[in-house]
Each structure stands twice: as C-alpha cells, then as structure tokens.
C-alpha cells in the first residue's frame, strides 16, 4: 500500500504518545515527537523518492534508528515497535490524548483505572468517579466531561497540506478534479471530493473503490461512491457526463452557502440550478464549464477561494472583484533560516534552492540569541553571517540574500537584539515565541511595542496559533493592523500549513486598512519553498491582489519599501 509522509509523521507521533504512557525515557520520547514534525513538514515525499531509488536527505535529529524506522513504514506501510506498542494498550487510547486538559500523566492515571476510551471516560465522570483521581478534582472532572463530549461530536479534518499527499496522487489515478473545500484551498478539509468526467462510470467507480489506499467502501452506486482512506481521510466521489461538468464542479466546490446564493440567483431568473446543469423547465441552458453556470445568473466567473458567500456575490454584480494573486506574482521570500540556526541547509543552498522556485531575492531571518533550543543568534554571529551574506552575494547570479533576523519579542515589549546591530540589516522580523497566555492588553500592548521600533519592517505569523493544536494567543488583530498601518510595517501570512496566519478574515483586515502582507515560507530547508502555494491559497481567500503583497514586488522596489518602513514615523 502506497505510503507517505503524513504515514510517517503519525506513527511516530503515536509511538511517542503511547512511549509517554509508558513512562519512557523523556528523550526518547522527544526524538519521536521531533522526527514526526520533521518529516510532516517535509515537501519531498520520503517513501516516492526511496521507491525511486534515492537517497534520504539527511534529516535533524534524525539517527540512524529512526532512519531505519522510516524505511520500514515507507517499504511496508508497517512499523514493528508501533505494532508492540499498541498491544501493550487498550485500542484507540492516544485517542484519549486528543482532549483538552489530559495529558500522559494523568491518562496513565485513567489507565491503571481501566478508563481507557471516550465512552468509559464519559461514564466516570458522570459516576463522579474521576473527582476522586489524585491530580483531578471536581473542576477536572467536569471540564473533561465536557471536552469528551465536544470530541465525540466532532468529525476529524485534515490540514489542507496533509490532505494534498493523499488527494495528489489519487486524484492522478482517477482522472479527477478534487473539489470541495479543497479546491477553496481552506486551511483543513473534513473530506476530499472527487470529480470524474466519463461515459463509463462504472469503470471510474470500480477504479476507485480498488485503489491501494482504500480501507473500506462506504456507499457503492452507479455514478457515486465513497470511500475512507488507510489514512482515516474520507473520500466522495461523482462521475458525470461532460454536459454536465461545469455544473457539478461548481455544486461540488462549494461553498454550501455560495451554491445556495447562486441558486437564488438562478431561481429570479427562472432558472433551476443543480448539479446536472442550469434547467430552463427541461432544457439545459448552462453547464459544461463553471463560466457558464455564473453566466447564467449575469456574473462573470468567481475564483473557488472566494466562494464562502462572504460578499463575492456582491461583489462580482459590481463588477469590483479582486483579481487575485497567484504564485507566480511572488519575486522573493521575506522569512527562511539556515544551518547557522535551526535549518537544514547553508546559505548558498538556500539561495539556490529559492533561485530554483522562480524567486529573485531571498532574506534570511535566523532566530534570535533567546531561543536557545534553535540555537539563536547573538549580536557576535549575527555580524558573521552579514559578513557570509555579502561575500556570498557577490558570487550569486539571478538571486540576492537579504540580511534579516527572526527576532524574538520579548515579554516587555522589547527585541532580543539591540539596535547596534538590527540596523545592519536590510530588513527585521520580528515574532512572539513564548509567553502565549498574556492577558489581551498585555500581549497586545508587548506586539504594538515592538512593532514601533523603527527597525521593524514585518511582523512575522501574528497570530502564534498552531493549526489544531494551539489557539492564536489573545491579540487585538485590528489594533495591530492599524499600528502596521500607521508605521509602515508589513504583516506575514506565514505558508507553513501548521500556521497559516494572518487568516483569511485579518487578511481582509489588513487589505481594508491599507497594510501590505508578505507571503513568506518560513523555510527551514531547501524543500521549505513548496509551502508558498499554500500561503497563496490562503492570501487569495483574504482577497488579496497582487498589489497587496510586499514580496511581489522586485527587488529595487521592495529595497525602497524597506527604507522608507525604516524611517516611518
Ligand atoms: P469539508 O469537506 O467539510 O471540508 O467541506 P466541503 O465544502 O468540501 O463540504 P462537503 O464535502 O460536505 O460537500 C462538498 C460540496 O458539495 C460543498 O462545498 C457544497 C456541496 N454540497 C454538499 N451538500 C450540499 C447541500 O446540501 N446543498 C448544496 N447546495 N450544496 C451542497
Ligand atoms: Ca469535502
Ligand atoms: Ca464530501
């Protein structure tokens, strides 16, 4: 069964949860955690390129035990320490793990009280049973109560970069479109919908339902079927004449709000809109192409990152959408870090790899001296690398290092850096990497503090929040949008698909107010520049133009934006 990195990435990610349970060795149990985030955060796919024959690219922290490990998942799809592991434990306990307010420690507690599943959970707790567990108590008891029952209700979704490893290559084996909220590029999809166009569905249905990822088919008929992955991902699939594509891509993109808006529309005109076509009484006025079906209502064509109902229709009537970015507008990438700090690459290798993206200016951003973790840079290896920057830039063609800095906010307010040696750069980023549980003025006064330095040039992903797992600390978004506004600093919308902010909403935000964004990969590595394409995804369900992202521009513009953002006051 064909396997990839997301594969990877949660079998360790279990083997460490199910190690902590145990009580493991706590560095074991990070290396695991480490090598999971690693390889999920990894564009090139690790089982395909050893299939191919090549060589794994040598990883952080990544020995050769763990190595080992991902050419057994990779070959077999299969992983012998995971398999052990589970027997140890009742099935579906990491599930468990997934609930707000219940970590491994008090888990194992649960565990030796043969509480082991959501269900056996909800019964304690109801018993009051759980009050009594050291290191629980009343208020536990019922916040975990509450928490098991909102898990229960709610259906799993992918990250949309998670769900592109399994939608690429069986959308490739089909022949198919992927619509849905995938193709609105939203930043988790529930489900993935596959969109065929055949005369012999039932060949189309057949292929699906015998693909290698299938665990189980859910519902069979003639033209429709669906299907759960190995994976867990959810699958749908429609098969429809050629007549009727237009039409049923628009259905199936959604948004649900959207169709039901269009199909208003439809309804004024005395049109009947579904997804087989646009119905005048029986006759088929629209529906071969997407164009046709908004045709059909007086609208020119909306971009499926739009479709939310979230004033497009208006919009399109007005004849006033935004013509959105893409891809190919960016000129440079404003976020990246090398070997010299986290990263997995050198400068130059960098460079090339950017280069090789398309992209004409590169800024390298380290950590600061603060996060030690990721070996951050004091003032004294910060002049090093300006100094291996400007040497290595006279050697480079097509392609210009920036000398930047990722520099810590720290509590108060301040950068972890002193002027001295920020105004030696072209540009400073500046983030908040600890103290996520200010109360909201604290936080929000510590970011606009920041932000007036008049070194500051971008405020990198503004919100901290990490996809699923960690809610965006308690900001004032506008009031920092409108600092950026009045001192001239640019917001990131940061593409790594864990992040993804600014969000669609403070993208519009910051459009509305008149602050420039910059679409930035935060690239760890040379494989780190795949992620742009979801930042643009994200940057065109803010509305956002080309005009309104900073690192569209060439480099001789963006250097004069960058002097006068130094000198705003
Ligand atoms: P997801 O899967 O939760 O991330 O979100 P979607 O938008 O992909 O939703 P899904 O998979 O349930 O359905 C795909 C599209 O099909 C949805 O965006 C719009 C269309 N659709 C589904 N159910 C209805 C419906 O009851 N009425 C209308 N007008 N459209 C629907
Ligand atoms: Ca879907
Ligand atoms: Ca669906």
């Given at each position: 069964m064909?396997?990839?990195n997301?594969d990877?990435?949660?079998a360790?990610?279990?083997i460490?949860?199910?190690l902590e349970?145990?009580?493991?060795?706590?560095?074991?149990?990070?290396?695991?955690?480490?090598?999971?985030?690693?390889?999920?955060?990894l564009?090139?796919d690790?089982?395909?390129?050893?299939?191919a024959?090549?060589?794994?690219p040598?990883?952080?922290?990544?020995?050769a035990?763990?190595?080992?490990?991902?050419?057994?998942i990779?070959?077999?799809?299969?992983?012998?320490?995971?398999?052990?592991?589970r027997?140890k434990?009742?099935?579906g306990?990491?599930?468990l793990?997934?609930?707000?307010g219940?970590?491994?420690?008090?888990?194992?507690?649960?565990y030796?009280?043969?509480?082991?599943?959501?269900?056996a959970?909800?019964?304690?707790?109801?018993a009051?049973?759980?009050?009594?567990i050291?290191?629980f108590g009343?208020?536990?008891?019922?916040?975990l109560?509450?928490?098991?029952?909102a898990?229960?209700?709610?259906?799993?979704?992918?990250k949309l970069?998670?769900a592109a490893q399994?939608?690429?290559?069986?959308a490739?084996?089909l022949g198919a479109?992927?619509?849905?909220?995938?193709?609105?590029?939203?930043?988790?999809?529930?489900?993935?919908?596959?969109?065929?166009?055949?005369?012999k569905?039932?060949?189309?249905?057949k292929?699906?339902?015998?693909?290698?990822?299938?665990?189980?088919?859910?519902a069979?008929?003639?033209?429709?079927a669906?299907?759960?992955?190995?994976?867990?991902?959810?699958?749908?699939?429609?098969?429809?004449?050629k007549?009727s594509?237009?039409?049923?891509?628009h259905?199936?993109t959604?948004?649900?709000?959207?169709?039901?808006?269009?199909?208003?529309?439809?309804?004024?005109r005395?049109?009947?809109?579904?997804e087989?076509?646009?119905?005048?009484g029986?006759r088929r006025?629209?529906?071969e192409?997407?164009?046709?079906?908004?045709?059909?209502v007086g609208?020119?064509y909306?971009e499926?990152?739009?479709?939310?109902a979230?004033g497009?229709?208006?919009a399109?009537r007005?004849?006033?959408?935004?013509?959105l970015?893409?891809?190919?507008d960016?000129r440079?990438?404003l976020?990246?870090?090398t070997?010299a700090?986290?990263?997995?690459?050198?400068?130059r290798e960098?460079?090339?790899?950017?280069?090789?993206?398309g992209?004409?200016?590169?800024a390298?951003?380290?950590?600061s001296?603060?996060?030690?973790?990721?070996?951050?840079?004091?003032?004294?290896?910060?002049?090093k690398q300006?100094?291996?920057?400007?040497a290595?830039n006279?050697?480079?063609?097509?392609?210009?290092l920036?000398?930047?800095?990722?520099?810590?906010?720290?509590?108060?307010g301040?950068?972890?850096l002193p002027?001295?040696?920020?105004?030696?750069?072209?540009?400073v980023?500046g983030a908040?990497?600890?103290k996520?549980?200010?109360?909201?003025?604290?936080q929000t006064?510590r970011?606009?503090?920041?932000?007036?330095?008049?070194?500051?040039?971008?405020l990198?992903?503004?919100?901290?929040r990490?996809?699923?797992?960690r809610?965006?600390?308690?900001?004032d978004?506008?009031?920092?949008v409108?600092?950026a506004?009045?001192?001239g600093?640019?917001?990131?919308?940061?593409?790594?698909?864990?992040r993804l902010?600014?969000?669609?909403?403070h993208?519009?935000?910051?459009?509305?107010?008149?602050?420039?964004v910059a679409?930035s990969?935060d690239?760890?590595?040379?494989d780190?520049?795949?992620?742009l394409r979801?930042?643009?995804g994200q940057?065109?369900?803010?509305?956002?133009?080309r005009k309104?992202?900073?690192?569209?521009?060439?480099?001789a513009?963006?250097?004069?934006?960058?002097?006068?953002?130094?000198h705003?006051?």
């Amino acid at each position: 069964m064909p396997v990839h990195n997301a594969d990877i990435a949660a079998a360790f990610e279990e083997i460490a949860e199910l190690l902590e349970l145990g009580d493991e060795n706590p560095f074991r149990v990070r290396a695991y955690r480490n090598a999971a985030r690693v390889v999920a955060g990894l564009s090139l796919d690790l089982p395909a390129a050893l299939a191919a024959g090549q060589d794994l690219p040598k990883l952080p922290g990544i020995g050769a035990d763990l190595d080992g490990k991902i050419h057994e998942i990779a070959a077999t799809g299969r992983c012998a320490l995971l398999e052990r592991l589970r027997k140890k434990y009742p099935a579906g306990i990491t599930e468990l793990l997934r609930l707000p307010g219940l970590g491994p420690k008090r888990l194992r507690a649960l565990y030796e009280r043969r509480i082991s599943s959501l269900d056996a959970l909800e019964r304690a707790a109801r018993a009051g049973k759980l009050a009594d567990i050291p290191g629980f108590g009343e208020k536990t008891a019922q916040r975990l109560l509450e928490a098991a029952r909102a898990h229960a209700q709610k259906k799993q979704r992918f990250k949309l970069a998670v769900a592109a490893q399994y939608a690429e290559p069986f959308a490739r084996h089909l022949g198919a479109v992927v619509a849905g909220s995938y193709r609105r590029m939203k930043e988790t999809v529930g489900d993935l919908d596959f969109l065929v166009v055949s005369d012999k569905p039932a060949q189309i249905v057949k292929r699906f339902a015998g693909y290698g990822e299938v665990k189980h088919v859910t519902a069979q008929g003639t033209t429709r079927a669906s299907a759960i992955l190995a994976s867990g991902v959810q699958c749908d699939l429609r098969v429809v004449p050629k007549a009727s594509f237009g039409a049923a891509l628009h259905y199936f993109t959604g948004s649900k709000a959207h169709n039901i808006a269009v199909r208003k529309l439809g309804i004024a005109r005395g049109l009947k809109i579904n997804e087989y076509g646009v119905w005048k009484g029986k006759r088929r006025v629209a529906g071969e192409t997407e164009a046709s079906v908004y045709a059909a209502v007086g609208l020119p064509y909306i971009e499926p990152e739009l479709r939310e109902a979230a004033g497009e229709l208006e919009a399109a009537r007005r004849g006033e959408l935004p013509r959105l970015v893409e891809l190919a507008d960016l000129r440079g990438d404003l976020h990246a870090h090398t070997r010299a700090t986290d990263g997995r690459n050198t400068l130059r290798e960098m460079a090339l790899a950017a280069n090789a993206h398309g992209l004409q200016y590169l800024a390298i951003t380290e950590h600061s001296r603060r996060l030690t973790m990721a070996h951050g840079l004091d003032p004294q290896r910060l002049s090093k690398q300006i100094a291996e920057i400007d040497a290595l830039n006279k050697t480079l063609s097509g392609i210009t290092l920036l000398k930047g800095i990722e520099v810590d906010i720290l509590e108060d307010g301040s950068l972890d850096l002193p002027d001295s040696i920020l105004e030696k750069l072209d540009l400073v980023v500046g983030a908040v990497h600890g103290k996520f549980d200010l109360p909201r003025a604290r936080q929000t006064e510590r970011i606009l503090k920041a932000m007036a330095n008049p070194l500051f040039s971008i405020l990198a992903h503004p919100s901290g929040r990490l996809i699923e797992e960690r809610a965006p600390y308690d900001v004032d978004m506008l009031a920092i949008v409108r600092q950026a506004q009045r001192l001239g600093v640019a917001l990131e919308l940061n593409a790594h698909p864990d992040r993804l902010d600014l969000t669609d909403a403070h993208c519009r935000m910051a459009k509305a107010e008149g602050v420039l964004v910059a679409v930035s990969s935060d690239a760890h590595g040379v494989d780190g520049f795949d992620v742009l394409r979801f930042g643009i995804g994200q940057a065109r369900r803010g509305w956002l133009e080309r005009k309104d992202v900073l690192n569209t521009r060439p480099l001789a513009e963006l250097r004069r934006w960058l002097a006068r953002a130094a000198h705003a006051d």
